[in-house]
């Protein structure tokens, strides 16, 4: 495997405004890794499930921003296969359908080849579903690290054409914090597969992240809003990312999690919408699918 630095995106230098990206990572409050040592997939069809309206919501709030917003929405297999009109209906609203994996286990856990069903069965139901080409992928809890060497010439042999996984930073989950920070190319024996890692800041020499979910609750929004045009001002787009329970204050508290594990979870939430709100007024989105290559774009949904 080998990567080409620094892909940059010449057709938006002129733009007085940059097309940022803007990504909905579809999953249920009770999946999320916070979570994953007190709640067993096994038991996840005892929850109820609240993904459904969160997930209409966003659908409202992208659509009401002063330019409607269309975006990414990497949707977790077990969720579609449980909501089989859900991802239909996204792609019915113009966003962009792409895949969060089945089961939302972490990458570096599996094998290449449990991976590789995982990847296949996904891509596979979500085009079932929706009649539409699936071209990217997004790991559960951004699981690409250095373990998975094997990850992306999987994807190519897969059929997608972009990822969106490698989060540069140190965290006690995922993270590379060795890996660019720009988008890039990962060259492969199978074929090429576009990185789009989401948006850090680099300050004293480590990379901060900034790009969405608990960071986006946990700084002040104006942090963030200064950040997101620190990266535009560098010519670069800013990769955003959020969860359907992220904008619920509402829903089911989980008995029994560590304290950070419900402070990661449960902080801010009630702010969320009204600061999507504002980052719609003030910056432009675009999904992901609008950047690629026309090359990358020509396969017809299997």
């Known amino acids: 495997m080998s990567i080409i630095e620094n892909r940059r995106l010449p057709e938006q230098k002129t733009m007085k405004r940059m097309l940022n990206l803007f990504s909905v990572d579809v999953e249920d409050y009770f999946q999320v890794g916070a979570f994953a040592k007190i709640i067993s997939p096994a038991d996840w069809n005892s929850y109820p499930l609240r993904v459904a309206d969160n997930t209409k919501r966003i659908l409202d709030i992208l659509a009401s921003a002063p330019k409607p917003v269309k975006a990414t929405f990497f949707v977790l297999g077990w969720i579609a296969d449980r909501l089989p009109k859900l991802a239909a209906q996204i792609a019915g609203h113009g966003h962009e359908i792409a895949s969060h994996g089945y089961g939302h286990q972490l990458v570096y856990t599996l094998t290449e080849q449990a991976f590789r069903e995982d990847v296949r069965r996904t891509r596979k139901i979500l085009q079932d579903q929706t009649g539409q080409p699936v071209f990217g992928y997004r790991a559960p809890s951004f699981s690409l690290v250095r373990r998975t060497p094997w990850a992306h010439r999987i994807l190519a042999e897969e059929g997608y054409r972009y990822d969106s996984s490698v989060f540069p930073i140190h965290h006690d989950l995922h993270g590379n914090p060795d890996a660019p920070r720009d988008f890039h190319t990962i060259q492969t024996e199978s074929g090429d597969i576009l990185e789009f890692p989401p948006a850090v800041i680099t300050r004293f020499g480590k990379n901060i992240p900034v790009g969405g979910g608990g960071y986006f609750r946990f700084f002040?929004?104006?942090?963030?809003?200064?950040?997101?045009?620190?990266?535009?001002?560098?010519?670069?787009?800013?990769?955003?990312?959020?969860?359907?329970?992220?904008i619920d204050p509402d829903q089911p508290k989980i008995a029994g999690a560590a304290f950070k594990s419900k402070f990661r979870h449960y902080l801010n939430l009630q702010r969320t919408e009204n600061r999507l709100n504002k980052l719609l007024q003030q910056f432009d989105f675009i999904p992901f699918r609008d950047i690629l290559p026309p090359q990358m774009c020509s396969e017809s949904a299997e």
Not at 229 to 236: F, L, V, Y
């Open 220 to 246: 002040p929004y104006f942090m963030t809003a200064r950040w997101l045009r620190e990266i535009n001002a560098q010519g670069k787009p800013f990769v955003f990312y959020v969860h359907p329970w992220e």
